[in-house]
């Protein structure tokens, strides 16, 4: 790779990074140097946008899983959820018991294969192939190639959970089967056995993926740990009886960096009043944060490490034991982003462990799944835990079930202003003033602190866009000076 | 429909150049393209992937590629630009799921009077009073007035439908072009639609 040209003295420049590769959705990068050439700021851009709150307007609420499905392709299950808890609401109506524990158990399925695609697929070519390796190998293909027992665990993980999903549900993506009043069908005896039979291959790839990345945070990674989006801020996420580790109901609690918390039980019928989003201009993801203390004092983290944060255990042997590893390693409460890859692995033990206690419930194979009724509540709020953090459909329907409103507030959204922080700090760390070369392996660093949130921009924004890498030199009129592409 | 035939001439050690890209969809027919689970371990032996959103960090589409999997519709001034590189620099183009093929959900939108009204819903009306739209030249993309299929903005050579298509339907209409054979798109197995 050529050095990037030396800028006249005292010109401003943008580095330009697009499109942000190994996340899910379409995202561009800017990366701010002052005259000095230090780093003033870096910005994260979501270029897509496709208006699921506007043209569902006058469908039927019960079509609503099926087309908010369709906001995500990897965590198409978290919307199935929330639309179907939506409906609930719109019922009026309680689930039987047998339909809770099979969406729980769906819900654990789909947080096993999100997590399995982040760690492995997506974010450990940078871990295990290296930060600087080639970028024409560093991804899933390159994993295969170097280190096939580990590509093939994480493979066979995602599958366990897609597998999973496919058996409750008759298809791996866009599964239209929990449905307002419950689920669509029971658990096949059959199936069930299936699954048991896979947990021990699961574990013991969890286990070994969790060995192997807390010895590089012991060793390599210390320095990423540190800097890779270090700061306090607030955390959210749903807790469970006694402030347990939750995924799928309970209360939603609020906490500070050192672990106050500063609203337990947020009314989530209420949750506009709660929660306000913000609008930038240069990106299509919006800013939700805390109403009651504005934009910048209000944002908050959610996703895996925010449970972790937020919960007091997570009520499972194995899981718990990581937990409070993770505890000693980070703190009460952990703050740094990159944690967020480590939270990930633990919640995949969490959720394992949870799959195979539902799948020995004597109840969960009983064949009354769904509750009937007709519209009794014309406003609902439904909320689960998305394997990226909180998710929130909010309707408001007529007598015949048509949506007159609809607002989704979207997991990743909610992380947005956490994500511009950390590439501002990874930057302002690996760019010094004065450098006058811009290596492919520090672009990449600042690519991979978007990666620690594992953003779903098809969800955050529900449209799309990719162009060339490219380094622009801008003067400081804004003129281009010069101007290099990375392939 | 001819049958064309794959060749690899772009290829420096004769394994196929494959490429994805994702423009208006969920990702869900790239997460349909993971569930091919260890078959892409066999995959990786045949082909190379130069340009992927999720098996790739490179940044520019690149040349002489041999088949690319397009998902999702255009609809915006960033995929327009890409979907025409990506026709220039490919011998086979597959219209790759539903999005692709029909705009499909992202294409609810068209019937609406343009990008206008669903932009002013999302961020004027339902996001605090700021009264701010995204709009960034350059950086951020503009909408499409429609969201329009892949065949209506450049000649397409397979069309591989599904919401999204199963990892096995996928894997079947990929061996026969490793063999440099027309995959037979017939069937229900092959070419139903959701």
């Known amino acids: ?487 | 429909m001819s049958s064309p035939s794959v060749s690899t001439t772009g290829s420096i050690n004769g394994k196929l150049r494959l490429a994805t890209v994702w423009l208006a969809g969920c990702s869900g027919c790239h997460m349909s393209f993971l569930d091919l689970d260890e078959w892409l371990i066999e995959l990786a032996d045949c082909m190379d992937m130069v340009f992927s959103p999720v098996a790739s960090d490179s940044k520019e589409y690149p040349q002489d590629v041999d088949l690319c999997l397009v998902e999702g519709g255009v609809a915006n001034s960033d995929n327009l630009a890409l979907i025409l590189q990506v026709r220039a620099r490919t011998r086979l183009l597959v219209s790759f799921g539903d999005c692709a093929l029909s705009a499909n959900v992202p294409g609810m939108r068209n019937m609406l009077g343009g990008a206008e009204p669903v932009l002013r819903r999302g961020y004027l009306e339902l996001a605090d009073d700021s009264g701010v739209m995204p709009h960034a030249p350059g950086i951020v993309p503009e909408l499409l007035p429609q969201v329009l299929p892949l065949h209506e903005v450049v000649p397409v050579d397979f069309y591989l439908p599904g919401c999204p298509p199963s990892a096995a339907r996928i894997r079947a209409f990929l061996e026969p072009l490793l063999r440099g054979e027309a995959p037979l798109m017939e069937g229900a197995e092959m070419i139903r639609f959701g």
Request: net charge negative; with cysteine.
């Open chain 1, 1 to 487: 790779m050529e050095p990037t040209p030396t800028p006249p003295a005292g010109a401003r420049r943008t580095i330009l990074i697009d499109p942000v590769t190994r996340i899910e959705g379409h995202a561009k990068i800017t990366i701010h140097l002052g005259e000095n050439g230090a780093v003033e700021g870096a910005r994260f851009h979501v270029t897509e946008y496709r208006g699921f709150e506007r043209f569902c307007e006058g469908r039927p609420f019960t079509e609503m899983a099926a087309i908010t499905a369709r906001i995500c392709g990897i965590c198409p299950v978290s919307h199935l959820l929330a639309a179907a808890k939506t409906g609930d609401r719109i019922l009026s109506v309680t689930i039987p018991p047998t339909a809770v524990k099979l969406r729980r158990l769906l819900n654990l399925a789909q947080i096993i294969q999100s997590h399995a695609l982040s760690f492995f697929h997506l974010s450990s070519p940078d871990f295990l192939l290296g930060w600087d390796s080639d970028p024409a190998k560093r991804n899933i293909f390159g994993l295969i190639a170097a280190d096939p027992e580990l590509a093939r665990g994480g493979i066979r993980l995602r599958q366990f959970g897609q597998e999973l999903i496919e058996r409750l549900g008759g298809r791996k993506i866009h599964a239209a089967w929990a449905v307002p009043g419950g689920v669509r069908s029971p658990l096949d005896p059959a199936d069930r056995e299936a699954i048991q039979a896979r947990l021990s291959e699961a574990f013991a790839t969890t286990n070994a993926a969790l060995d192997r990345f807390k010895g590089l945070l012991d060793g390599p990674l210390a320095v990423e740990a540190a800097t890779f989006g270090c700061f306090p801020s607030l955390f959210m996420g749903l807790v469970g009886a006694d402030g347990r580790w939750e995924h799928y109901d309970g209360d939603l609690r609020l906490i500070d960096a050192v672990g106050a918390v500063l609203a337990e039980a947020l009314p989530q019928q209420q949750i506009s009043e709660v929660l306000a989003e913000a609008v930038e201009p240069w990106t299509y993801l919006k800013f939700p944060y805390y109403r009651p203390l504005g934009p910048e004092a209000g944002s908050y983290r959610v996703g895996p490490l925010a449970r972790l944060n937020v919960c007091t255990r997570i009520g499972t042997e194995r899981a718990d034991a990581e937990l409070l590893e993770l505890r000693q390693r980070g703190g009460r409460v952990v703050t740094s982003s990159f944690y967020y890859h480590l939270a990930r692995l633990i919640e995949i033990l969490a959720a394992l462990e949870a799959i195979e206690a539902l799948l020995d419930d004597p109840e969960i194979c009983t064949r009354h799944v769904r509750a009937h009724a007709g519209v009794n509540t014309f406003e609902a709020v439904g909320v689960s835990e998305a394997p990226r953090g909180t998710l929130f459909h909010h309707y408001r329907v007529d007598a015949n079930g048509l949506i007159e409103a609809v607002n989704l507030i979207i997991a990743t959204g909610q992380n947005n202003r956490a994500m511009n922080l950390t590439i501002t700090q990874i930057a302002r760390t690996y760019i010094q003033p004065g450098q006058s070369e811009i290596a492919e392996g520090l672009l990449n660093r600042v690519e991979a602190g978007i990666r620690c949130f594992d953003p779903c921009l098809s969800c955050s924004t529900h449209a799309a866009g990719q162009m060339p890498l490219h380094v622009q030199l801008l003067g400081p009129g804004g003129e281009l000076l010069s101007e290099r592409w990375r392939d």
